[in-house]
């Protein structure tokens, strides 16, 4: 079966600015596809070329396996859920859901069939004759969806919509949004720059930065496979060195960082002698001990002082400066084994070679 | 304190009142007075209605009123249409500097009076003009071209004069529309015809109404224009309330007339808000 | 009857000169106050002149808008005093004992002041006189514009233009036979005379290139040949002339209508003296010719053709043989009233298609 969404090759320029640098993807039918990326990355620049508002320099782009290039906006068979959502102000809540289907020239009598079966999907029945100031953020975000989706599109690309909502709300929509995409069992483009978004929702997320995708996979892949020392670095936390390979042997390496620390840790490229590396070790994989002898399995083991407790419910931290004089952050485990650490206390601090990932640094 | 609030607060409101009441109100008040009295002999007047039966009777006044009117309407209506495509451009697809340039482009004709601009408009026009000569030059005539005192001349004044007034307000309501709006209207299978009626134009109404109201009242009190790019044909309202007031010292007639003007203009500022369904203090505000 | 206009011009009038009651507000036309001779009279006398220029409708209606306030002395046409002032009392009389009659001409004199006399009191002493008639290029239209009528030839359609005014209706009912100025005092014989005129308006009105507002206006249309004959003032074409010397001044074979201009003081003028001084400054020959420089008309003063220069008075004597000066139809006084009929026929032909 052919893939709802493709693009092959797509490059975009704005005159010496290369915005869109060679991406290749594929978007299976009914999957929800993020691309991730920091502001400014291209992402946007994807999406509006999708949805035919700019023209690739070069590339294809295929729906359902058939080019779209030379189709122009108001024909392709994509929708587009905007970042301020865009709803038009003019005119009520029926008849912005309507719009499309007026524009298909559908009977009025099944337009309003259609819009209100659209409304008690998105659980909004008769709001039909509301304007659309009078709506609340998360309506109006379901109104959206709504809008584009009578229209049955092949593929829906939502640009960031949850921007605009406040910190609660879009922990909500989160869960919502996916529930909407099961539901209505369309492919979904998502754009944005928050992780936990892409990581909630997503089947597949690409991860892109400087117009080029880092790496494409699902969100386990993502935060413990990561592939370029970029991926590592933005999905999730990590305490990061810098350093020389003093001993490679395979996979297994030892770094030695700029402070002098000896640090064992795993190749994830090939890596010589000599090196220059960049190390990453997420909180969560750093061990916090009592004593030195709780560590034995570890081949990294350090002793440190509590600088400072990040207090966070589930997701607690410690602050901890070991000899060399470098601050890391460690997760502090929920067991009660350590809920009466306080700053100044020393502790033993320890990770496997396995969980610190190891990459080319830049020369 | 209370009387002193008070004070400051009267204060603050005199040169309103003085305004209103000294240039607007009394003058008004007087100008009916006079628009019905009638001239007896020397120095002796009676209150009637003469004037105004005059007024509504004799058909070159009335056909003059009308024409008036009607002529305002689509100087209006043109002003409209041209102004239109300008305005979104300037707000919605110039960008930066060319933007404040061509913003500026149609504030500079205002820089000169009047009258210079008018002059301007016919030595371009005049049979020995600039145009004239340019067509002769390019062989599309082969004599001199007359394009002055006319209709079509009167018109391409009145809409040159009036352009700014309609452009200013459109602008200011087109830079509000959100370009993602009229993405959304196309993204969802709108032609660029249904975007602009369903979307920009609902969107604009605001500026087209208030754009639309200046114009007319421009127009319809507009002299200079009238009569020196008319010509002899030309009859324009006001041209005649001119001519009562200081040419035939008929100061009867003249306020009678520009009564009748008033009503018309109010009446067809009523009816545009009517139509397009606002009200006045929409449009204001 | 209008009180608030009274009150409030009064009030603005006496706001701007109560303080300083040695300055002459001085309505008059372009021209007949040139800088130089304002700045000799204000070095000789002290005095300030401020000057405001307009055209009679126009003194006329801001006289009455004042109730003859705002100006200290006007200078409307002769003809245009006895009817204003039976009608709004906008003028006041005028002292000649004040006035240094012997540089007036006599004659001049005699009649601005007989036409200009209301209940015994007189009004007006002239100042500057002139004619209108035909202003055109001789070598183009000069064969087929002979009077006024004339205007209406085929051979010049499109070429002419006049004033949609009451010259224009005095100057074709003599063309055509009629006298006006005799029927003046005969409202039915006068309206008669001015239907035929209305007629031959209307009939000549596809013939006109366009009406002519200001003199400015004209002088462009004759100037650049889009007009070749025109209705107009001698001045005009006498200025014309210096450009292009086939374009001047003609009077017409049924008379120049001859105007004066006149001094008259408004009703509530606060400066009468400098008034009065500023007449016998300005009617001295030296400074009349002066004037007449400036203005390109003679004035009524005695004894300052010596003094104008030899160009305009071989023009004046090229345009006025000795029979067409005696022919020349000065305007009578105009009664209350008739502008009312002419109005409604400039109305009418305005309108006609």
């Known amino acids: 079966m052919a893939p709802d969404l493709e693009c092959v090759d797509l490059v975009k320029k704005f005159g010496d600015t290369t915005a869109v640098d060679n991406v290749s993807f594929s978007v299976p039918p009914g999957s929800f596809f993020s691309i991730l990326g920091p502001s400014g990355c291209g992402k946007t620049t994807i999406m509006r070329m999708i949805a035919g508002f700019l023209d690739p320099t070069s590339g294809d782009i295929r729906i359902k396996g058939n080019s779209v290039l030379n189709t122009p906006p108001n024909k392709r068979p994509v929708n587009m859920v905007f970042q301020h959502l865009a709803l038009f102000p003019m005119m009520t809540i029926a008849e912005n859901i309507g719009y499309g289907l007026r524009r298909k020239k559908m009977p009025q009598a099944q337009i309003a069939r259609k819009v209100d079966e659209a409304l008690d999907r998105i659980g909004l029945p008769g709001i039909g004759r509301r304007k659309v100031n009078e709506l609340s953020g998360g309506q109006k975000q379901r109104v959206a969806i709504a809008r584009c989706m009578v229209l049955e599109p092949d593929v829906l690309l939502l640009d960031e919509p949850l921007g605009a909502l406040d910190l609660k709300l879009r922990e909500h929509m989160k869960v919502e949004l996916k529930a909407l995409q099961a539901a209505f069992d369309t492919t979904f483009v998502y754009i944005t720059h928050d992780q936990s978004e892409a990581l909630v929702m997503s089947d597949q997320i690409a991860v892109m930065n400087a117009g080029r995708f880092e790496q494409v996979g699902n969100g386990q892949d993502l935060y413990y496979r990561p592939d370029t020392p970029f991926v590592a670095g933005f999905i999730g936390d990590a305490n990061r060195w810098t350093g020389r390979i003093e001993r490679a042997e395979g996979k297994a390496l030892q770094l030695r960082t700029s402070t002098g620390l000896a640090i064992r840790a795993t190749a994830t490229d090939a890596l010589a002698e000599g090196d220059i590396a960049e190390l990453f070790v997420r909180p969560e994989a750093i061990r916090l001990a009592g004593n030195s002898g709780d560590l034995g399995d570890f081949e990294n083991r350090l002793q440190g002082t509590v600088t400072s407790i990040l207090f966070n419910g589930a997701a607690s931290r410690v602050l901890v400066q070991d000899e060399a004089g470098e601050t890391l952050e460690v997760t502090l485990p929920q067991s009660g084994e350590f809920s009466s650490l306080q700053r100044g206390d020393r502790v033993h601090i320890g990770w496997g070679a396995a969980q610190a990932s190891c990459f080319k640094g830049a020369a | ?285 | 009857m209008t009180r608030t206009i009274l009150l409030t011009g009064t009030l603005l009038a006496g706001l701007t000169t109560v303080a300083q009651a040695d300055t002459l507000r001085l309505l008059t036309w372009g021209g007949y106050a040139p800088d130089d001779v304002i700045e000799l009279f204000e070095e000789q006398t002290g005095h300030t002149v401020e000057v405001t220029k307009s055209n009679n409708e126009e003194m006329i209606a801001k006289l009455r808008a004042t109730g003859g306030g705002g100006f200290d002395l006007a200078q409307p046409s002769q003809d245009r005093i006895m009817g204003p002032q039976m009608e709004f009392g906008i003028y006041k009389p005028i002292d000649v004992s004040k006035l240094d009659q012997d540089l007036f001409i006599p004659s001049m004199l005699d009649a601005t002041m007989a036409n200009t006399t209301v209940n015994g009191d007189v009004y007006g002493v002239p100042h500057v006189w002139g004619t209108s008639g035909l202003v055109m290029n001789t070598a183009e239209a000069g064969d087929i514009v002979k009077d006024y009528t004339d205007l209406c030839d085929p051979a010049v359609a499109g070429k002419v233009s006049y004033r949609l005014k009451r010259p224009t209706l005095i100057g074709f009912a003599f063309s055509m036979g009629e006298d006006p100025f005799a029927a003046y005092d005969d409202e039915a014989k006068y309206t008669e005379i001015m239907e035929k005129v209305e007629a031959k308006l209307i009939e000549c009105k596809a013939n006109v290139k366009t009406y002519w507002g200001g003199g400015d206006e004209l002088m462009n249309l004759v100037r650049s040949g889009e007009v070749t004959a025109s209705m107009a003032w001698d001045t005009g074409g006498w200025k014309l002339n210096d450009d292009n010397s086939d374009i001047t001044f003609v009077a017409p074979a049924s008379g120049a209508l001859g105007w004066i201009d006149t001094f008259v003081l408004p009703a509530k003028g606060q400066a009468d003296d400098v008034a009065y001084e500023w007449i016998n400054f300005v009617m001295q020959p030296e400074i009349a010719a002066k004037i007449t420089a400036a203005a390109g008309n003679f004035t009524a003063s005695a004894g300052a053709d010596e003094f104008a220069e030899d160009a305009l008075k071989a023009k004046y004597q090229a345009s006025f043989p000795q029979e067409a000066i005696d022919n020349i139809k000065w305007y009578p006084p105009v009664p209350a009233g008739l502008e009312i009929i002419e109005g409604d026929v400039l109305d009418r032909v305005q309108a006609a298609n």
């Not at chain 2, 100087?75 to 300037?90: H, K, M, N, R």
């Not at chain 2, 299978?189 to 007319?216: D, K, N, Y």
């Not at chain 2, 002899?232 to 010292?249: A, G, H, P």
């Open chain 2, 1 to 285: 304190m209370r009387a002193q609030a008070r004070i400051g607060f009267i204060l603050l409101l005199m040169p309103l009142i003085l305004w209103l009441g000294l240039l607007i109100i009394i003058p008004h008040i007087d100008m009916f007075l006079i628009s019905i009295r009638e001239r007896i002999s020397f120095g002796v007047y009676e209150t009637s209605l003469t004037h105004y039966q005059k007024a509504l009777t004799e058909p070159l006044y009335l056909r003059t009123f009308w024409r008036t009117a009607v002529m305002s309407v689509l100087a209006t209506v043109i002003t409209l249409l041209i102004a239109f495509p300008v305005a979104y451009y300037i707000a919605k697809m110039a960008r930066g500097r060319l933007q404040q340039v061509l913003f500026l482009l149609c504030l500079i004709p205002f820089y000169v009076s009047e009258l210079v601009r008018t002059f301007g408009w016919m030595i371009l026009l005049r049979e020995t003009g600039i145009i004239s000569h340019l067509l002769q030059w390019a062989g599309l005539a082969d004599q001199p071209v007359e394009m002055l005192y006319n209709d079509a001349a009167m018109m391409v004044g009145l809409v040159y004069t009036s352009m700014l007034f309609m452009v200013v307000p459109l602008v200011t309501t087109l830079e509000s529309l959100d370009d993602s709006v009229v993405e959304a209207g196309y993204d969802l299978g709108g032609t660029g015809l249904s975007v602009l009626r369903e979307i920009i134009i609902p969107h604009a109404m605001p500026g087209i109404v208030s754009g639309c109201i200046v114009v007319f009242m421009l127009s319809l009190g507009n002299y200079l224009t009238p009569t020196m790019l008319g010509g002899k044909d030309s009859l324009w309202f006001t041209e005649m309330i001119y001519n009562q007031f200081i040419v035939r010292s008929n100061w009867e007639l003249g306020a009678a007339f520009g009564f009748m003007l008033l009503v018309l203009s109010s009446v067809i500022v009523w009816g545009m808000l009517r139509l397009t369904g606002r009200t006045l203090q929409e449009t204001l505000g």
